[in-house]
């Protein structure tokens, strides 16, 4: 009899321990749909942060673009201005000089094309786009200095 006591009060104690242990259906599903809620908000959050940085970088691209087109405008202009000064040069200057600022234009109109066929690419692109584009715009600028410094 004593066995039996004990061996129902163990059987008692461990269901009871199992039960106690368990969730509740109700608790397994709340947990769960807390679960998804916070997965939806996270996903919310990066989605609102990578709008944001779209956003930076179109802002970026446009400012990029309308600096560009401005340095391409005014270079147009100094070879216009130039064109206009090398007219009283020499028969054989001036076919050197217009040889070279043939050259300048075509760079310039080069450059132009490339600014206008620019797509969003990604990141990584438009980094490597702005360098380059940024450095022969810099070559372009040399060259052109370096033709009137040569006419002085």
Do not use: F, G, T
């Given at each position: 009899m004593k066995n039996s006591i004990i061996f129902l009060a163990s059987i008692l104690f461990l269901t009871l321990t199992i039960l106690s242990g368990c969730q509740s259906s109700a608790t397994k599903v709340e947990n769960a749909e807390d679960k998804v809620q916070d997965a939806k908000n996270d996903l919310a959050d990066s989605q609102r942060n990578l709008y944001a940085i779209r956003l930076d970088t179109i802002s970026n691209y446009e400012q990029f673009k309308i600096e560009a087109e401005k340095i391409l405008i005014a270079q147009e202009k100094n070879i216009a201005e130039f064109k206009a000064r090398i007219a009283?040069?020499?028969?054989?200057?001036?076919?050197?000089?217009?040889?070279q600022l043939l050259m300048l234009e075509d760079k310039n109109s080069d450059l132009k094309k490339k600014l206008a066929d620019l797509k969003d690419d990604g990141q990584n692109k438009w980094i490597s786009f702005k360098a380059e584009f940024n450095r022969d715009i810099d070559e372009l600028g040399k060259a052109f200095k370096d033709l009137t410094v040569e006419n002085i």
């Open positions: 009283k040069e020499k028969k054989e200057n001036r076919a050197d000089y217009e040889k």
